[in-house]
């Protein structure tokens, strides 16, 4: 049985108080869900705040990012040194926006999975096709590339360790959402590629793109999707509480 993630990306949002505020919302009501894995992601100013304010409260407080070095000359970087220090557990690699807003490339997403496993954080592994791709018939072919280059060689980290994030580019932050048939059929190629190429039959694999307390169920329903990485629905507490408590 695999356990269902909730993973809330706030991206660039929330200030100090909104942090405070979200943590206190929440209460605690992760405190003892042990069929369901939490995970928050602060934008960095924010870390060390949310781990203190998570503390006890059974959530895995998350870097949106990480430059693969551990310390150096790198201006404006956050490296592997400062988010062990903070206390981070996870780290999200490979999100669209990193992809395609700020140009990352498959060679230096590959380079930091090789990094978050190293340093031991869980692995939250983002892919996804763009409109024009999918609409083009290219959806499958992006994705296996996106998985082959940074995977190939490099995942030896527990099984739990490693999940994998479906989020369709031309779904994340536009209110548009996958049917969760469009979801499912990704998810299953997803599977299949873990199971026959890496061995991992068990891996996670969440979907994100405009997730929402009133689309969670029909997601979840699917039978290859194992729980959500949130954007806007996450920013606060009580929506967030909407879609990791919702009764499968």
Not at 19 to 46: M, Q, W
Not at 59 to 65: E, H, L, P, R
Not at 206 to 215: A, E
Not at 229 to 246: C, P
């Amino acid at each position: 049985m695999r356990k269902p993630i909730f993973a809330a990306n706030w991206k660039m949002n929330n200030l100090s108080g909104d942090v405070v505020e979200f943590f206190k919302v929440l209460g605690d009501s992760t405190l003892h869900l042990n069929d369901r894995e939490i995970i928050v992601a602060p934008s960095f100013p924010y870390l060390k705040m949310s781990v203190k304010n998570s503390e006890d409260k059974n959530i895995i407080i998350a870097a949106q990012d990480v430059y693969p070095e551990a310390e150096g000359a790198f201006t404006g970087m956050v490296g592997g040194e400062m988010l062990n220090d903070l206390g981070v557990g996870a780290v999200v690699v490979g999100h669209s926006e990193r992809r395609h807003v700020f140009g990352e490339s498959l060679e230096l997403i590959r380079k930091k999975v090789k990094f978050t496993q190293e340093n031991n954080w869980k692995l939250i592994f983002c892919v996804g096709e763009t409109l024009q791709e999918r609409e083009t018939g290219h959806l499958f072919e992006v994705i296996k590339e996106q998985i082959y280059t940074a995977f190939d060689q490099n995942l030896w980290c527990e099984n739990e360790m490693a999940v994998v994030a479906y989020e369709p580019v031309w779904a994340i932050g536009t209110g548009v959402v996958a049917s969760p048939e469009q979801a499912q059929e990704m998810h299953l190629f997803i599977r299949k590629i873990m199971k026959e190429r890496y061995d991992r039959e068990e891996t996670r694999i969440l979907y994100g793109g405009s997730v929402k307390p009133d689309n969670i169920k029909g997601l979840m329903d699917c039978e290859d999707i194992d729980g959500a990485l949130v954007g806007g629905a996450s920013l606060k507490a009580d929506s967030f509480k909407k879609l990791f408590l919702y009764d499968r």
